[in-house]
């Protein structure tokens, strides 16, 4: 801290009044933060005589106490051991006890303030539990609401509440407030995997002309996709049954292990698709320990503290800690915290920096797969078989990539109805897996029915029914009848 007094006229001064202090008989103490204040403010007024005066004052009160050679750690606060404990508490949602402890912190360390990182976690925390338990409620006005109160909750970061907000306009019946909404993302954000995903979920609601607006401005917001936007709306519109507007068609891309291309589509209406059921594949568990560091000291005891965290599972305190950091294991492992606290726009930010300046091989390739995790999250589904088809991975990793893709691509070809295809993507996801979920082969008995084949479907239902009855199950079964 910049002080207007000499430093030499300072340390005289100390030294003066260190050679006439005079030694009382009192119990051994130390002067405490509220003790030095003034001491802290003559030094920065640079009032030489105040300051002699105050540290004779303070050696008569505290005899063993010596003042420092070096002053300027009278102004520096050590950090106050439960600061651990705040970030613990906003990571498991108790906010009320956060703001407790940060109130009784600073009241007990006086200097100390929390850090801005700190309240704006806590603040946006708090907005974004309120904002899922609403869109989780279907409580569509409070979401709303929350969102108008915070909007910091809408960042690009953050786009899956930016889409749950269109959603809670849509359950409203208010369709023009919702493509406001993905006007809005259109606009402000310009990573393309987001643009992209905004397009396709826009085009459930808008007009053709809405659709053509929008791709021209997810084209302007990032000019260097423009190919692959202009892909994806032709896509969409054939999905409509009108012509292609660019004439480039959609391109299908076939998957490294698995190989070929996928079938074409065979689509009947006998009857409507039943609803997916709600298990859905799990994330496998995401490494928490980044490749070891070899920067100096300083950085290695902040990456230290964001393992430290991430080792507990205090995705939250990771998150504060890793903050603006550009030591690149750092910036990997904020990728991994962000993924575990489904932060994904976070997360793909950080792996993509860490894929290109990753320290080894290894980090950019796991740093890579953890990108392509995070966008599959997003049901960015051919952007990532693109991707991944030349990435390097382990087996284990490519199985994980591949089976989520054939899972995303199977279900997205059922709800357009085109039931062979979807088969093909299931029975592939099985012999890739060696297993086939009980959600993907609810799915695939329907895929049958619908085409036709009711005694394939029977024979899909009734197993299922048989190993585990449910409302389902039964009522698969009395569909085949």
Not at 103 to 119: C, D, K, L, N, R
Not at 199 to 205: F, G, R, S
Not at 352 to 357: D, F, K, M, V
């Amino acid at each position: 801290m910049p002080l207007s007094m000499n430093r030499t006229s300072i340390l005289v001064a100390l030294a003066l009044v260190c050679a006439q202090a005079v030694a009382l008989p009192v119990a051994a103490q130390t002067p405490g933060q509220d003790d030095l204040q003034a001491l802290r403010y003559y030094l920065q007024e640079g009032n030489q005589q105040a300051v002699r005066s105050e540290l004779r004052r303070l050696q008569l009160q505290f005899p063993e106490w010596s003042p420092p050679a070096d002053t300027s750690v009278l102004f520096e606060t050590q950090a106050p051991q439960n600061i651990d404990q705040i970030y613990r508490l906003i990571e498991a949602g108790d906010f009320s006890g956060a703001r407790a402890l940060i109130e009784q912190t600073s009241s007990a360390s006086a200097g100390w303030t929390p850090p801005t990182e700190m309240m704006e976690l806590l603040t946006i925390s708090e907005a974004q539990q309120a904002f899922t338990t609403a869109v989780n409620a279907s409580q569509a006005e409070v979401a709303i609401a929350v969102a108008r109160r915070s909007p910091a909750i809408l960042s690009c970061e953050r786009i899956n509440n930016a889409w749950s907000l269109g959603d809670m306009h849509l359950l409203l019946g208010d369709t023009n407030a919702a493509l406001n909404v993905y006007r809005a993302v259109l606009q402000s954000c310009s990573a393309p995997e987001l643009l992209i995903a905004t397009l396709e979920k826009a085009d459930a609601v808008a007009s053709l002309e809405q659709l053509t607006e929008f791709s021209d401005i997810a084209q302007t917001q990032a000019p260097a996709s423009e190919v692959r936007i202009r892909q994806v709306e032709d896509r969409l519109r054939a999905g409509r049954q009108v012509p292609a507007r660019w004439g480039n068609g959609e391109q299908v891309i076939a998957l490294g292990a698995v190989g070929g291309t996928a079938p074409s589509a065979q689509t009947t209406g006998s009857q409507p698709p039943p609803q997916r059921p709600a298990t859905s594949s799990a994330a496998p568990a995401a490494p928490t320990s980044p490749a070891p560091a070899t920067s100096a000291a300083p950085s290695a005891r902040g990456l230290s503290a964001v393992q430290a965290a991430a080792n507990r599972g205090a995705w939250a305190e990771c998150l504060a800690l890793s903050t603006g950091s550009t030591q690149i294991a750092v910036v990997y492992q904020r990728g991994w915290c962000a993924y575990n606290a489904e932060r994904t726009m976070e997360a793909i930010a950080a792996f993509r920096e860490a894929t290109a300046r990753g320290s080894d091989q290894t980090m950019r390739r796991d740093a890579q797969y953890g990108m392509l995790l995070s966008m599959l999250r997003m049901n960015m589904t051919e952007e990532v078989a693109r991707i991944s088809a030349g990435a390097p991975m382990t087996r284990e990793q490519r199985v994980e990539i591949e089976s989520q893709i054939l899972d995303q691509r199977g279900v997205r070809a059922y709800e357009r109805r085109e039931y062979a295809r979807a088969i093909s993507f299931f029975d592939a996801h099985a012999e890739l897996t060696g297993v086939m979920r009980r959600d993907l082969q609810l799915l695939k008995g329907y895929a049958l029915l619908n085409l036709g084949q009711q005694v394939a479907a029977r024979e899909i239902f009734t197993r299922l029914d048989r190993q585990l009855s449910t409302r389902e199950t039964r009522a698969a079964v009395n569909a085949t009848f």
